[in-house]
């Protein structure tokens, strides 16, 4: 499978094989800049320019997230753990989530306005990002 996220605040879920589209995903009221399949598919992750963060399984909403915030917050880049219970993205900053809601969010700011992607290791221990300012982030969870 493969999943598109656009302008028109949609997700699309297509067939890798034959082209043909499985899902579309609607609920974002923003443009959907990112969105990315748990590691073992049985999830996905959108996140949009309002900084709300939808997790899906099989066509159906499970949970989303919000920013709760007024400034900048387009979601550019977003990854699960190994495990698929946290969700890592990046906006205006760094932000993990637990995917089943049962904890709190964890922020860390960053200084330019927002980052544009996020890497982190197998074990989702150690995090690197950039932001538009060029400032390289290097993190590890203690």
């Given at each position: 499978?493969?999943?598109?996220?656009?302008?028109?605040?949609?997700?699309?879920?297509?067939?890798?094989?034959?082209?043909?589209?499985?899902?579309?995903?609607?609920?974002?009221?923003?443009?959907?800049?990112?969105?990315?399949?748990?590691?073992?598919?049985?999830?996905?992750?959108?996140?949009?320019?309002?900084?709300?963060?939808?997790?899906?399984?099989?066509?159906?909403?499970?949970?989303?997230?919000?920013?709760?915030?007024?400034?900048?917050?387009?979601?550019?880049?977003?990854?699960?753990?190994?495990?698929?219970?946290?969700?890592?993205?990046?906006?205006?900053?760094?932000?993990?989530?637990?995917?089943?809601?049962?904890?709190?969010?964890?922020?860390?700011?960053i200084l330019g306005s927002h980052a544009?992607?996020?890497?982190?290791?197998?074990?989702?221990?150690?995090?690197?990002?950039?932001?538009?300012?060029?400032?390289?982030?290097?993190?590890?969870?203690l």
């Amino acid at each position: 499978m493969l999943a598109s996220s656009s302008a028109d605040k949609l997700v699309k879920v297509w067939d890798a094989r034959d082209g043909r589209m499985i899902y579309c995903l609607s609920g974002h009221r923003d443009c959907v800049r990112s969105c990315r399949f748990a590691p073992d598919s049985s999830l996905l992750a959108s996140g949009d320019d309002l900084g709300e963060i939808r997790i899906w399984r099989d066509g159906s909403l499970v949970r989303s997230f919000a920013e709760n915030t007024a400034i900048f917050s387009w979601v550019t880049d977003l990854s699960f753990s190994q495990d698929c219970r946290h969700v890592v993205s990046v906006s205006n900053n760094i932000k993990w989530w637990s995917v089943d809601g049962t904890q709190p969010p964890r922020t860390f700011p960053i200084l330019g306005s927002h980052a544009r992607f996020v890497w982190h290791n197998a074990d989702f221990t150690s995090f690197i990002t950039v932001d538009n300012a060029g400032v390289l982030y290097i993190l590890k969870q203690l």
